[in-house]
């Protein structure tokens, strides 16, 4: 079945010149590109985006993080894309559970610099896309 998901190189992954190694993984995988695009997010739009972390104790720094520089926001489709998304990035620790051959496990070091983001599910999926591409 054939699903959308929202899909963030963060700014650690743009400054760090990996936009080009995150969309050729997405597309060797055979997941399409639906929306592209580079920007710089607004404070407002990034606490909307994480707001199930808000209140942790890494939230602040994550705010100021993700809309620290430019981040490439693109909405990535094709058969179990949020899934498949989730697979290539591998886990949230770039060390403790991302696995090599993944985003992550290849190129990530600190759980707060782990470069990459995909929607975590359906619901998120939606709530994301709406958020970051509502014209879509
Ligand atoms: P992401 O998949 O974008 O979703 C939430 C983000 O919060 C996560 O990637 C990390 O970048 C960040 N994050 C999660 N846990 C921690 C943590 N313990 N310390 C700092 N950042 C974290």
Redesign the pocket.
Known sequence: MSERTLVLVKPDGVSRGLVGEVISRIERKGLGLAALELRTVDRATAEQH?AE?DGKP?FA??VEFITGGPLVAMVVEGTRAIAAFRQLAGG?DPVEKATPGTIRGDFGLE??F?LV?GSDSPESAEREIKLWFPNL
Do not use: A, S
Request: proline content about 0%.
């Open positions: 994480y972390h890494f720094d994550l949230t759980v707060q782990n983001h």
